[in-house]
């Protein structure tokens, strides 16, 4: 389990294809502190290290995930926000955050408010993720919290450390970003449709 804070980011030195599976090389200022088998979130994607070498990792994305996030279109040199499982006696300081994408949103609209940035995102509100007005998203791995709370779209607002600290910073209008809805809100509403739906 995730708790959507972010711990650091790391860069992408090298991808390499194997079958429908995509390795991906990565440098970051925790990789002497990880173990192979253990999980860390990817820009929100729960991923396996499988190899630990000098400064560089490396976790292995199969075509499942690549279909149903953005690693697909990772490149050489992107930054990605980087969360290691909360351990059990830890601080719980986002909310429940599973690693498990839901769908991809995209980034519709940026702007400067003196000292913080809003950002404005789209989803296919087809798939039956909802929002809830100031309730809980995590983008690509970062615990937010919602408002302008609508079908298929909602806001968010980043202060200075976040935007500094994550990789929302290199986010463009049009980038494509991984969500992971409220795991309460998704019970909530499987309850109320029902389990045939």
């Known amino acids: 389990m995730f708790t959507g804070i972010v711990e650091t980011m790391g860069e992408i030195k090298e991808i390499t294809q194997e079958g429908t599976n995509i390795h991906f090389d990565i440098s970051s200022a925790i990789t002497g502190e990880l173990k192979i088998d253990q999980s860390v ?21 199969i075509d499942e995930t690549l279909q149903k996030t953005s690693l697909g279109e990772w490149e050489v040199g992107k930054k990605v926000n980087l969360e ?22 995209f980034v519709q609209h940026i702007s400067s408010k003196d000292g913080s940035w809003l950002f404005d995102f789209s989803f296919d509100d087809t798939k039956g993720n909802v929002t809830v007005e100031k309730g809980s998203i995590t983008i690509n791995g970062t615990s937010l919290t919602c408002f302008n709370s609508g079908p298929g779209r909602f806001s968010v607002a980043i202060i200075p450390y976040t935007f500094e600290h994550t990789n929302f910073h290199q986010l463009k209008v049009g980038d494509k970003v991984n969500l992971e809805f409220d795991i309460v809100g998704k019970y909530i509403q499987r309850m109320i449709k029902g389990y045939d739906n």
């Open 41 to 61: 979130a990817h820009n929100g994607v729960c991923l396996t290290v499988v190899k630990v070498e000098g400064e560089n990792y490396r976790v292995t994305a």
């Open 84 to 105: 290691r499982c909360m351990p059990a006696n830890g601080r719980f300081d986002g909310h429940i955050v599973q690693g498990h994408v839901d769908q991809v949103g």
